[in-house]
């Protein structure tokens, strides 16, 4: 089956830095546009940030925008969210998924392939 593993997770202090990793398993997904979610307890899942299959284009929500940022990797199609200035409302599970129609979406509906997630936790 084809799946996405996201990695990177941990517990930070208010004001720390983490970076998350999204590697694909079994299809490579060098041609497709990618995206990050996250979802904290007894919230809706929503949208962090995406990038274009090329790279060359990036979307964040504007909770994140200036603190987090997507990035794609030569190696094995991997993609990273770095995540600095983090704050305990940041604390949630972050998945990454594979938009599966055009750039830019926002949408759960737009995105296949999920990972499991990872957890970030960020104390105050």
């Known amino acids: 089956q084809v799946q996405l593993v996201e990695s990177g997770g941990g517990l930070v202090q208010a004001g720390g830095s983490l970076r998350l990793s999204c590697a694909p398993s079994g299809r490579t997904f060098t041609n497709y546009h990618m995206g990050w979610f996250r979802q904290a307890p007894g919230k809706e899942r929503e949208f962090v940030a995406s990038?274009?299959?090329?790279?060359?284009?990036?979307n964040y929500a504007d909770s994140v925008k200036g603190r987090f940022t997507v990035s794609r990797g030569n190696a094995k199609n991997t993609v990273y969210l770095q995540m600095n200035s983090l704050k305990p409302e940041d604390t949630a599970v972050y998945y990454c998924?594979?938009?599966?129609?055009?750039?830019?979406?926002?949408?759960?509906?737009?995105?296949?392939?999920w990972g499991q997630g990872t957890q970030v936790t960020v104390s105050s």
């Open positions: 998924a594979v938009d599966r129609t055009t750039f830019g979406g926002r949408c759960t509906d737009d995105f296949s392939y």
């Open positions: 990038i274009s299959a090329s790279g060359g284009n990036t």
